[in-house]
């Protein structure tokens, strides 16, 4: 199975910043995702006017889900320059958000570091959302 560093050069490897047209461009940052069947998905980032576009992470994310696979073991995004990215917001929800094994995926962070999906969405609504309605109904038998 790939490890951390195939991950990387992987995701840096799809990275070539290009102007697509006068409001677009993509490939400044790239993706690499290994999911729970062994298999390394990338994508690039696509920056449009009007925020249309989406980021690396997503790009990978779509064509994963396209072949079938949902379960992410880990994932890391890395600019032009090989710089790691850390997944924004929006990324880290739709992570967790499409497989619930994905609370424990290793998301790969600058300065060597890893964190899971789940310490980086603390105090999460679905969470919260699930601890209320048993407490609700816990109150009502
Ligand atoms: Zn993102």
């Known amino acids: 199975m790939a490890d951390d560093a195939e991950l990387i050069k992987r995701a840096h490897?799809?990275?070539h910043d290009r102007q697509l047209s006068p409001s677009a461009e993509a490939g400044g940052v790239g993706a690499a995702l290994l999911t729970g069947n062994g298999k390394i998905y990338t994508?690039?980032?696509i920056d449009t006017a009007c925020s249309m576009g989406y980021c690396a992470e997503h790009n990978a994310i779509g064509t994963m889900i396209t072949e079938?696979?949902?379960k992410i073991i880990?994932?890391?995004a890395v600019d032009d320059e090989g710089r790691i990215?850390?997944?924004c917001g929006?990324?880290?929800?739709f992570i967790y958000q499409i497989d619930p094994y994905n609370s424990n995926t290793r998301?790969?962070?600058p300065g060597g570091r890893v964190k899971s999906i789940s310490e980086l969405l603390p105090e999460h609504w679905r969470e919260d959302k699930t601890a209320r309605e048993l407490a609700e109904n816990s109150s009502k038998g």
Not at 90 to 93: A, F, K, P
Request: charged share 20%; with cysteine; net charge neutral.
């Open 43 to 45: 994508g690039v980032c």
């Open 90 to 93: 929006r990324c880290r929800e």
């Open 85 to 87: 990215l850390p997944p």
């Open 68 to 70: 079938g696979e949902s």
């Open 13 to 15: 490897g799809v990275t």
């Open 107 to 109: 998301v790969i962070l």
């Open 74 to 76: 880990a994932i890391v």
